[in-house]
C-alpha cells in the first residue's frame, strides 16, 4: 500500500470520530452523527482538490473516504451508548486528542499533494497544506454551530504551520520522510498544547 | 421549454421560500429576507458548479435565477405582511415543505448535470446531486447561525441520497423520467417524515 | 505602483482590522485574533479566484496579503492594549467603518478582474465583483458564529451592487476611474447608511 493513501484511512478514521463526538456532545440524532462524521472527514480533502483545481475532488470519485467515516461513526455510536452524562467533559477532551490526528495527517497529504502538483512553490504548498489540514474541522464547528477550534486553541493553525514548514523541508529527502515528519511534528505540538493547556491569554483578560 | 430549466425554477421558488421563511423567524430585515432567499436559492448550483469544474457557475451568468429569488422574497414578505406571531409555529412546518420540494428538484438537477458531464460514474453522480440538493440549505442555515436542517432531520440525506441512486437507475430510461423519479423519490420521503416525525432516537436520549 | 495593488492592500488592512476587532468582541485569545483577520482578508479574494477559475487563488501564491493581515492584526492588538470594557459600543462602531472600506475595496477590485477576464459579461461582473466584496466579511462572521453583516445591515449589498453596477459603465473611461468610482459610492452609502442608521423596518416590527 502507499504511505499517503494508509495515512489518509487514518485521518479519515480520527477526523471522522471528532465528528462523531461533536454531533454528540450537539445532541444530534443518529444520521446528523453519521453526515458530520463524513463532513468532517471529506471537508479538508475537498477544499485541497478546489484549490489545486483537482476537479471532481477526490471524495467525490473515491467512495472509500466516506465508508471509512460511516463505518467509523457507526462504531463511535455503539460504543458509546452506555456512556453516562457526566463523563462529557471527558469526550470532548479525548475530541481534540482525535482532532490533532487528523490535524497532522491532513496537513501531511496536502503537503505532498500540493508538492507533487505544482513543485518549487513553498508559499503554495504550505498554505495548501494548512487548508488541508483545517478545512474539515472548520467545516464540521462550522455546521455544529460552534466557534472553531482553530479559532479558539492558540496552539491549532501554527501546530499546522509548522509541521507544513519542516515536512516541505523534509520532502527533498523523500515524500515518506516528509508526510511522516509532519504528522509528528503537528500532533506533538498539539498534544503538547492539549496537555499543558499552554495557551496566550485572551484579549479580554489581558486588558 | 427544456424539463430541466422549468424543474429549476420551481426549486429555486421553493428554497427562495425557505430561506425568506427563515429570514423572518431570525428576525432580518427586508434586505436580509432577499439575500437568504438568493443564497438558498443559488447556493446549491454553485456548489454544483464548483464540484464539476463548471467556471463561472451558471448562477454568476444566467440572472433568472437571482431574479426568480427576489421576486418570491418579494411576494413572502407581501403575503406576510399580517401575519401573527402566533403563527411561526406553522410557518416553521410550512419551511419544510418548500426546503423539501427544492431538496427533490436540486438533487434531481445535480444528477442529471453529473451524468451528462460525466457519465459513467454512479458514485460522482450520487454525490454531486446530494451536494446541490442539501448545498443551498445548508448555506441558508449556517448564514442564519442554525444547526442545518440536515443535521437535524435525519431523514433528510437520506430522502436526498435514495432519490439520487434510483434516479441514476431511472436515466437509463431517460433524462426527464431520471428528474421526475427523482424529485417524486425525495419529495415523498421527506413529506413522510414530516407528517410521521419518524426519526432515530437521538445520542442522548438513547444513552 | 500599480492601482490594484495598492486598492487591495489598503483593503486588506481595512479587513484585517475588521476582523482583529470582531475576534477580540468574540473573546478569542491572541492566535484567534490573527486567523480571524487573515481570513477576513483573503476570503473574499479566494471566492473570486474560485468563481473564475483562476486556480489555485492568488492567496496561495502570493503572501502578501498574509503579511499584510498578521502586521494589521499584530497592530490592532497592540493599539487595544488598554481599551477599557466600556469602549465596547465604540470599537464595535468602528468595526463597521473599516468593514466598509474593505467591501468598496474588494467589489471594485473584483469587478475589474470579472472585467478583464471576461469582458463584455455585465452580469458576471457585477455578481463576481459582490461575492468578492462581501466574501470576507462573510466568512470572518460565520467563524465568529454570529448572523452575518449582510444579513443584518440592509444596506450592504446594495451598496456593493450599486458600486460595482456604476463602476462596471466607469470602466468604458479606465480601469482606475471604475475602480475610484466604485469603491467611492460603496464607501459612501455604507456610512450614510452606518450615520443616519437608516434601515428598513424589519418584518417582526412591521407586522
Redesign the interface.
Known sequence: MDLIFDAEIVGSIAFAVSGAIV??E????????I??AVITTVGGGIVRD????N???V?????VY?FVAIGTALAV?LL??????KRVARILASMRYFDAIGLGIFTAVGLVTAIQL?PG?P??AV??AV?TGVGGG?LRD???????L???R?????ASIVGAVIGYFAYRISRDFAILTCVVIVVAIRLYAIHKDI??????E??
Open positions: 454531533a454528540m450537539r445532541r444530534l440524532d443518529f444520521f446528523g452523527i453526515i458530520l478546489l484549490l489545486l483545481g476537479i471532481p475532488p471524495a467525490f470519485t473515491d467512495p466516506l455510536v458509546h451508548k452506555r456512556t453516562a452524562d505544482r512553490e508559499y503554495l498554505s495548501v487548508m472548520v462550522i455546521l455544529a454551530n460552534r466557534v472553531p482553530i479559532l479558539r492558540e496552539i491549532y493553525a501554527v495557551h496566550l491569554p485572551n484579549f479580554r489581558k486588558s
